[in-house]
């Protein structure tokens, strides 16, 4: 079915619509706010709320401000950078290890998509570190041009040819 | 700044990180709605995207019956909020109390305004009873002494000079006393004033009874004097303020004999 009219039964609370569009982008979510939260049982809670909370606040989608996928990819990450500001974040702290995405890839135990998350991998680890390190943050931490550049120390002009040239690695090894 | 330029600036891969302003967000929206090409490039990056995050979650993915429950259950609880009712019961309560008050506070008034009234009206009443019930003795006394066989009734008929007027005498030789009722006779002119006679017939000899200075104020004309003589007749003159000694027979109202 056309994404847009999903969106659109979407926000018509159309639940059948919504499970649809769960089913197409939950995996991504979960994804990044496993990156953030670097905990199983903590990601899974934050995503389910997540979906919640976009399902509460359909209306105040609109496309003109960008991808629906962008919108709820923002909700996530701010619910699991919320997260890691709380208390009960800091006290689960010494458990972490993994920095980057990809060494979360590396743990990765998934068995439905072993075998995509093990290409992947293959994939990634040939990026560069400049790379892995943009996406990092403009993906999965939603950083600004302006705060990448900062976190980076490289000029704010280049985040963006930078990153077009890392996505576009990423493309070519993904076919798409 | 041609298609090709405009993919190769980067601008879409920011645009699915979510990293741009709300501004060009907006004029990234208007351009891929003009060119399929740059929509098809949008989706190229979102499908990239999309696969190398979800490569990145823990466990099996999430099962949307998970959140489908608490999806309807969370509904029903937004609604309320979004839909402030009036509380139609509440404001007639008010209501009802605003107009209960003001009527008792009218009530109150005018109950007061009428004891004042009902007060006023009381003590007039009490002045007409008292006023009524003092004439009344009056008046029984006088059906007393008109009933009372011992009393001597004398009319007294109009003469030449007003052949209209009559009078009546009582007397109630008892007592010395006779009742005068000068009820038929015309109010006296300004200066002059009735002067009642008692008179003896031969030789005619009128001995003067007094005069009547009350006439005009007294209500039922009636006058009591005292009489102790053996009158034979009555008779009434008019004469100057203050009475005459001997009575000016051309101003003789009325005349009337004792019958024997």
Redesign the interface.
């Known amino acids: 079915m056309n994404l847009e009219l999903l969106i659109d039964r979407f926000q018509k609370?159309d639940?059948s619509a919504?499970?649809k569009l769960?089913?197409?982008?939950?995996?991504?979510?979960?994804?990044?706010v496993?990156?953030i939260v670097k905990n199983?049982n903590v990601?899974?809670e934050i995503?389910?709320d997540v979906?919640?909370k976009a399902?509460?606040k359909s209306e105040s989608y609109s496309?003109?401000?960008?991808?629906f996928?962008?919108?709820i990819?923002?909700i996530a990450r701010n619910a699991a950078i919320d997260y890691t500001r709380s208390k009960k974040f800091k006290q689960s702290k010494q458990n972490l290890n993994a920095d980057f995405?990809v060494d979360?890839?590396e743990t990765?135990?998934?068995?439905?998509?072993e075998t995509?998350?093990i290409g992947?991998?293959e994939f990634?680890t040939k990026l560069g570190d400049k790379c892995k390190a943009i996406?990092e943050l403009?993906?999965?931490k939603?950083?600004?041009?302006k705060e990448?550049s900062e976190q980076l120390e490289i000029p704010i002009g280049t985040i963006?040819?930078r990153?077009?040239t890392c996505?576009g690695e990423?493309?070519t090894m993904?076919q798409? | 700044m041609n298609t090709k330029e405009y993919i190769a600036s980067g601008i879409l891969e920011l645009y699915i990180a979510g990293a741009l302003s709300e501004k060009e967000n907006e004029e990234v929206y208007a351009a891929i709605q003009k060119n399929p090409e740059l929509l098809e490039e949008v989706e190229s990056i979102e499908k990239a995207i999309l696969q190398l995050t979800a490569a990145a979650k823990k466990d099996n993915t999430y099962s949307f019956n998970a959140i489908a429950d608490k999806l309807l259950v969370q509904e029903p609880k937004v609604i309320p909020i979004s839909k402030p009712k009036t509380n139609w019961s509440l404001l007639s309560g008010w209501a009802a109390a605003v107009i209960f008050g003001s009527a008792l506070i009218y009530t109150v008034i005018q109950n007061s305004n009428l004891k004042t009234q009902i007060a006023a009206e009381k003590q007039q009443l009490e002045e007409q009873i008292d006023k009524a019930s003092n004439s009344l003795a009056e008046t029984e006394k006088l059906i007393e002494i008109f009933r009372d066989k011992n009393i001597i009734s004398v009319p007294l008929a109009g003469q030449k000079v007003s052949p209209t007027s009559y009078a009546k005498v009582y007397w109630d030789k008892k007592t010395n006393s006779i009742y005068l009722d000068a009820k038929g006779l015309p109010e006296p002119p300004k200066g002059k004033v009735y002067q009642v006679w008692s008179l003896k017939l031969s030789p005619l000899t009128p001995t003067s009874l007094g005069t009547l200075d009350t006439f005009t104020a007294d209500a039922n004309k009636i006058f009591t004097i005292t009489n102790a003589n053996e009158s034979e007749a009555f008779g009434i003159t008019l004469e100057p303020a203050g009475g005459s000694v001997s009575p000016n027979l051309e101003q003789l109202y009325t005349l009337g004999a004792v019958a024997s």
């Open positions: 609370k639940v919504y499970e769960y089913n197409m982008y939950c995996d991504s979510i979960s994804g990044v496993h990156t199983d990601a899974q995503t389910q979906f919640i399902w509460n496309s003109k401000k960008g991808r996928f962008t919108w990819l923002n995405f979360i890839l990765s135990r998934n068995l439905d998509s995509d998350a992947l991998k990634v996406i403009l993906y999965f939603g950083f600004t041009q990448a963006k040819t990153n077009r996505i990423l493309r993904l798409v």
